[in-house]
C-alpha cells in the first residue's frame, strides 16, 4: 500500500491540530476578548458553544462525506473554517457571537471526521494506528501550541487570538499541494476492502465506542474546566495554572506515541482499562492541597487521554466500511465533543469541586473493571 510522502502526512497531523484549537483558544484572554465581543455573562460559551455545534452538525457532515468525498468537504471546512473563526472581529453582541461560535463548532466537525477518513484511506493496519495516535498527539500539541499563542497575543490586543483561525487557510494550501485529491492504488484498496470491517473489536461494538468515547471525554475534560478553579481557589496564579494544563497536553502527546506498541502486549479493553484507571487515580490527586500531587495527577490523567481517545478513533475507523466511514466518524465526533461540552455544567454540581473529583474517580473506577472483565473475556 503507498503512502502520503512525508509533506503531505504533515499537512494531515496540521489539520488535526485545529480540533482542540476552535474552543480553547480564547481561553487564556477570555475576560478582555467576552468584553470586547460584547459579551457580559455567560462568557464560558465562547469556550463551550463550538462542542455544541459539533454535536449537532456531525451527522450532516458525515452523510456529506459519504456522499461527496472527505476531501472535497476538507477543503471548504478548512476555508470556512478561517472565514468564520476570524470574522467574528467584525460581530457584537450575544445573538451574532454565539451564532458564530455555534457555527464555528458545525465546521469542526467536518474537519475532524474528513480528515480522519483521508488518514483511513492512505494507511492501512498498523501503519493506520500509528497514525491515529500521532493524529491524537497533534491535537493535544495543538492545544500547548495555540494555548500559547493566545494568551501571548490576547495581552497585546484582545482581537488578535482571532486571526489565529485564519492559520486554517494555510493549512488549506498545503493539503492542495501536498495531499492527492485520488490516489489510485488507496482506492482500488478501499473498494476491495469495504465489506471486510470488523462488526467488534476484543468484545466492544461500535455502540461500545461511542459510549466509551464520551465518558472518556467527560471525564478528561472536566480537569480542563475545573482545575483553573480549584487552583485559583489554592492561590495558583495564571501562569502556574496554564503550565499545569500544558504539561497535562504534553503527556498525553507522549502517551498516544506509546499507544500502538502497548497494544501488541494488551488487547483494545483492557488499555481502556488502564485509561480509566489513570483517570481514577488523577482525581485522587486533584483533591489533595500538594503541588506533588497536583502534578502527579496532572502526569495520570494525561496518561488516561493518551491511552483512551486516539484509540477509540482508530477502532472507530477499523469498525467502519469504507463506505459509511464518514458517518461513522461523524458519530465519533458527536460523542467527542459531547463529552466536551457536558463538563460545562460540571461547576455547578452540588458540593463542588471536590465532589466531582470523587465522582469522577468513582465512575472511572467501576468503567475501568468493567473494560477490565470485557478484556479478560475477550483474551
Known sequence: MNQLKTAG???LLCIASLTIMVGTLLAPGLVSISAGLGITGNSVLLITLPSLGAVVFAPLAGKLIDKYGAYKLLMIGLFLYGLAGASAYL???????FSNRFLLGGITAGVMASCTVLIST?????ARLKMIAKQGMSIELGGVIFL???G??????WALPLSIYLIAWVFLAMLLLFVPRHHATAVNHEQITKDDSKTIISGLSLKNVYLISTLAMTIFFTSTVLLPITMHELSYNESQIGQLLAFISLVAVVTAGFMPKIIKWLNEPKVLALAFLAFALSYICFTQASSLLLVLGALLIGIGFGFSIPLLNHMTVELSAAKVRGRNLSYFTMAVFSGQFFTS????MPGGAHNVFIMCSVFSVIISMV?????????
Open 345 to 348: 455544567f460540571m461547576e455547578y
Open 152 to 157: 501571548l497575543l490576547a495581552s497585546q490586543f
Open 371 to 379: 473494560l477490565f472483565v470485557k478484556g479478560r473475556k475477550a483474551a
Open 9 to 11: 502526512s504533515f499537512t
Open 148 to 150: 500559547f499563542l493566545g
Open 122 to 126: 492512505w494507511y492501512q493496519g498498523e
Open 91 to 97: 460581530l457584537h453582541g450575544p445573538a451574532q457571537v
